[in-house]
């Protein structure tokens, strides 16, 4: 393990890893504990009782952030030349289609969400290999094939995130950052708890929310006190 500095060693200081907080004072304490110099991500991993290789345990869904993300988030409109127009006036970083395609074709992703219309996916399928791995292969139940384009990019760069369980049975999430205020901090995590929550399938058994950690980047992780349910 690598040596801690100075700080690291006070940070790991202030958090008691015997207890787990109430989302309030967790929110406080993550702000304290990052010392990094630049506008750190606050990050959840809620470790769910679910079985993600069975198809009616995936647990996957849309949450909007009261307080966004803080995240500049650039957003690819894959769109007919009809609706062009509509997604640049929404805010849409890229706009355009075949011209796009071709980037991807060859690479080139840099994009934090696709969005596009459902005459589009066919066109969509064969970057599978590409887009699949980094998340970013739009899907209409996150929201982001349809055809109101605008409504779906305003909605993303306003701070709706999509989530998946992934294979080891937790959802990552950033929910903010350190500049936030604890009390932004809070309202977003709990945003994102409840609607997972919500999304608890019918064929769980046992406890569902296992374990909630809050963490920024670098900084050690704090267990967020949850309700058995």
């Keep these: 393990m690598a040596k801690l500095t100075k700080k690291q060693k006070e940070a790991y200081a202030k958090v008691d890893s015997s207890k787990s907080y109430d989302l309030s004072a967790a929110s406080a304490l993550v702000k304290d504990i990052t010392n990094v110099k630049f506008d750190a991500s606050v990050d959840l991993a809620i470790r769910l009782g679910v079985d993600p290789r069975k198809a009616n345990q995936m647990v996957r869904g849309v949450v909007t952030l009261p307080h966004g993300t803080g995240k500049d988030v650039k957003v690819l409109a894959l769109v007919t030349p009809d609706k062009e127009a509509e997604a640049t006036a929404a805010g849409a970083d890229y706009v355009g289609l075949d011209e796009y395609l071709q980037k991807i074709k060859g690479g080139w992703t840099d994009v934090d969400v696709i969005i596009t219309m ?89 406890t569902y929310v296992k374990s909630v950690f809050m963490s920024s980047t670098m900084s050690p992780s704090i267990e967020v006190e949850v309700k058995a349910v």
Excluded: C
């Design 118 to 206: 459902p005459s589009v996916m066919g066109k969509l399928g064969p970057l599978g290999r590409v887009l699949g791995p980094r998340g970013l292969m739009p899907n209409p139940k996150t929201g982001t094939v349809t055809m109101d384009v605008a409504k779906a990019v305003k909605d993303v760069k306003a701070g709706k995130i999509d989530f998946k369980v992934d294979k080891t049975g937790i959802v990552h999430a950033a929910i903010g950052k350190v500049s936030f205020d604890a009390k932004q901090i809070e309202e977003n995590a709990n945003e994102l708890i409840q609607t997972i929550i919500k999304l608890k399938p019918t064929t769980a058994k046992g």
